[in-house]
Nanobody
């Protein structure tokens, strides 16, 4: 059974960087599409970035384009989200999720497995 564990969150100042990790166990991620989502208090879950199986495509929400980069490490069975130039509005709990169909989509419906989340807090 596939399980996902996020790590790498923390408290940083505006302009600094963090790298989030989504480590998988129980099954290879090679054929899954992986999405990163975030949810701030009182707001709906928002798709941040995604990468399809075999890296055929990636996508980013407009507010993070040019600042965030998603990547895969097949040897480590892990997907990363490099977040640069962080802003206070990036503050949220960040989740990774896996889509067995291999799609890259920023919509949360259709993802089969979710991690427990990691908190990212950016101070001004």
């Amino acid at each position: 059974q596939l399980q996902l564990v996020e790590s790498g969150g923390g408290l940083v100042q505006s302009g600094e960087s963090l790298r989030l990790s989504c480590a998988a166990s129980g099954y290879t991620l090679d054929y899954y599409g992986i999405g990163w989502f975030r949810q701030a208090p009182g707001k709906e879950r928002e798709g941040v970035s995604c990468i399809s199986a075999q890296e055929r495509s990636t996508d980013y929400t407009d507010s993070v384009k040019g600042r965030f980069t998603i990547s895969r490490d097949y040897d480590r069975n892990t997907v990363y989200l490099q977040m640069n130039s962080l802003k206070p509005e990036d503050t949220a709990v960040y989740y990774c999720a896996a889509d067995a169909s291999g799609r890259c989509t920023l919509r949360p419906d259709g993802y089969d497995v979710w991690g427990q989340g990691t908190q990212v807090s950016v101070s001004s």
